[in-house]
């Protein structure tokens, strides 16, 4: 019987053992780092408005202020490929979201923050974990056909985010729900925000949004990504549902040649362009102008317009965007006639220390008239940029990467004592037609371009 009971207690001490063994191998391994420490605001900053931020029983509380714009409570590091998961309990009555990729840049609308935002939506229209574009395109992955992830969120309760930022691809999960799955290029890296939305006169102050269990996932971050049933929405070539709504339009569609043609031509050019995973390129040729495939052209006529153009340059390359094109000006070698949006490499093309006016040529300049602020933010060679040009009663502006970077006023003196100095002084009122096509330019460099969109504005001139 004695020898029973010691057999007994050395199997029980062994399945003790093993027990241990088993829970220490079962550990979890995933290297989830704290981005909060529970007692500090250690490794956070604020950017915006002046909400107020503070720690309270291991928690985050952001808190809403009258007569403040939103505001971030932003990490110091920024980060491009992650994982993170947090909890957070909202006021029913706020809207708020987590910045991720997101900047905050003094040529950028005087340092506004701007990026993805995984939206908090606490209200009837229940959008939460759908993906937003901060003070830039505004809505890319609501959830308006996502009725499983809108009952997800819990009100007045705690609520668990999972948002995985992998590449160009972004999927969110509420309270373990597939929510959004986004993919788009625009921004690849930048800080992380908590909001605190900001509020309206007839609003309460005072009103709280608290955060906990903020952390991340950046080292082999693929090995712990998540499988979305959901459809992803590819923004390439589309219209955004602000974009729809504001009455903008593809003005190429991403696949085929329709609404172009050779400029000096009556159909799109059978060499020395191509189209290829959405992206429409221009190849090289030696760098001449218009001797390969040659310049393309819109099919349409445009008066006061909106043009966005995603452009990615290569090295030492040169083309442009020009718009009030006559394409029966200039029949003969060379370029057809326009306004030109140059598009240079700056550092490595002899054209940026070129032109009648000094500094005309360089990139988003208005070619050989007006320089482009020096302060203008270009990425380097090789990623996307975007162009945007407006015109409106004459009022023309130059953007780049949503900074405005130069402004004139056609048909006015100023106007055209530039032209006169200029390589365009031998065409009478040149760039002064009422409407004209726009343009994509062969340099005979490879340039490629991708999200090329126009709206019409109504000339409110009487």
């Not at 093993?18 to 829970?23: D, E, P, R, T």
């Not at 004459?394 to 900074?403: A, I, Q």
Request: with cysteine.
């Amino acid at each position: 019987m004695k020898n029973f009971l010691s057999n007994s207690k050395l199997l029980t001490v062994i399945a003790v053992l093993l027990f241990i063994g088993c829970a220490e191998n079962t550990k979890d391994e995933t290297p989830w780092v704290d981005l909060f420490d529970g007692e500090t605001l250690n490794g956070w900053h604020k950017l915006g408005g002046n909400a107020t931020y503070a720690v309270n029983d291991g928690t985050i509380v952001g808190t809403t202020t009258h007569g403040t714009p939103n505001t971030f409570l932003t990490t110091d590091k920024m980060y491009g490929d992650f994982i993170l998961e947090l909890d957070y309990k909202v006021d029913s009555t706020m809207n708020s979201g987590i910045q991720i990729r997101s900047n905050s840049k003094p040529t950028y609308r005087d340092g506004r923050v701007h990026g993805y935002q995984v939206e908090i939506d606490p209200s009837d229209r229940a959008w939460s974990g759908g993906i937003y574009d901060e003070s830039r395109r505004g809505w890319l992955n609501p959830l308006t056909d996502n009725t499983i992830a809108q009952k997800a969120f819990k009100q007045n309760e705690w609520n668990h985010y999972r948002i995985e930022a992998i590449g160009d691809t972004i999927k969110t999960w509420v309270n373990d729900v597939p929510a959004a799955y986004l993919i788009d290029d625009k921004t690849a890296k930048g800080f992380i925000c908590l909001q605190v939305h900001s509020i309206h006169d007839d609003q309460k102050a005072g009103t709280d949004i608290i955060w906990k269990n903020v952390k991340i996932i950046t080292d082999s971050v693929s090995k712990y990504a998540t499988e979305s049933p959901l459809t992803p929405i590819i923004t390439k070539n589309k219209l955004t549902i602000d974009e729809k709504k504001d009455g903008w339009k593809l003005l190429w569609d991403g696949k085929t040649t329709n609404g172009w043609k050779g400029a000096k031509l009556d159909e799109f050019p059978e060499k020395g362009w191509k189209i290829e995973d959405g992206i429409l390129s221009v190849l090289a040729s030696g760098g001449e102008e218009s001797t390969a495939g040659g310049d393309i052209v819109t099919k349409d006529l445009y008066g006061d317009f909106e043009l966005k153009v995603d452009f990615k340059l290569t090295p030492a390359a040169n083309s442009g965007i020009k718009y009030y094109v006559d394409t029966e000006i200039n029949k003969g070698a060379g370029s057809s006639i326009g306004l030109e949006y140059q598009i240079l490499d700056d550092n490595l093309h002899p054209d940026a220390k070129l032109g009648n006016h000094e500094g005309s040529r360089t990139v988003s300049s208005l070619y050989d008239l007006i320089q482009a602020d020096v302060n203008k933010p270009i990425k380097p060679i090789g990623e996307w940029n975007t162009a945007y040009i407006i015109s409106k009663d004459n009022h023309v502006e130059h953007w780049l990467n949503g900074t405005k970077v130069l402004e004139y006023e056609r048909k006015s003196d100023a106007y055209r004592k530039l032209v006169a100095e200029s390589k365009y002084a031998k065409w009478p009122s040149f760039g002064e037609l009422e409407k004209g096509q726009i343009l994509l330019q062969d340099h005979g460099d490879l340039v490629s371009f991708k999200n090329i969109k126009v709206r019409s504005i109504s000339n409110t001139k009487e």
